[in-house]
């Protein structure tokens, strides 16, 4: 959000439950309003926002999970509902000491776009992961695999499901108005 809101022309509401990474972004200012909470029972009314950022969040939670936050973001959002997510199942375990950090499901832009989402793709898969080539490749050649993936983008972008992660976008205020 710094570098998306860095002029302040929108006013945002920043949602994490883990109280080290909400005390950096309240310290950064990274939102206008900063609320420590748990995404699977959010505080919010209907049509609360313009745009809702679900960035990163939904591999964290369980599939269903997942699914009643998606469906809580598409009622508490009045145009757009934007999310952010690795493609397809990424290992990841706790991180910073964080026990939130744990990925616990895997999204594809199939089932995203199923779900109504215009799914687009970036960075190439095969590079990332525990398996990918940045993991496998001796460390002089990494940067090789990173150029790769990064002039792969224009066809990932067409081609999500080769992608290693997804930005999904659906149009929430013509999906209220059918």
Not at 11 to 29: C, H, Q, W
Not at 73 to 97: S, Y
Not at 156 to 167: E, G, S
């Amino acid at each position: 959000m710094e570098k998306i809101n860095r002029d302040r022309h929108f006013f945002t509401v920043g949602v994490d439950l883990f109280i080290p990474y909400m005390k950096e972004a309240r310290s950064r200012r990274t939102h206008d309003v900063h609320i420590v909470c748990d995404v699977r029972s959010l505080p919010f009314r209907k049509k609360s926002f313009d745009v809702v950022l679900c960035s990163q969040i939904i591999e964290h939670l369980t599939k269903d999970e997942g699914l009643s936050l998606i469906g809580e973001a598409e009622k508490i959002g009045r145009q757009q509902v934007i999310i952010t997510t690795p493609g397809g199942f990424v290992g990841r375990w706790e991180l910073d000491g964080n026990p939130f950090q744990a990925h616990k499901s895997g999204w594809t832009s199939e089932e995203l776009s199923k779900m109504g989402y215009n799914a687009k793709g970036y960075g190439l898969r095969v590079v990332y992961g525990e398996h990918g080539l940045a993991c496998s490749l001796p460390a002089p050649l990494r940067p090789v695999s990173f150029l790769s993936s990064y002039l792969a983008t224009p066809i990932v972008y067409f081609f999500p499901n080769l992608a290693a992660q997804l930005i999904c976008v659906k149009n929430v205020s013509l999906a209220g108005s059918q």
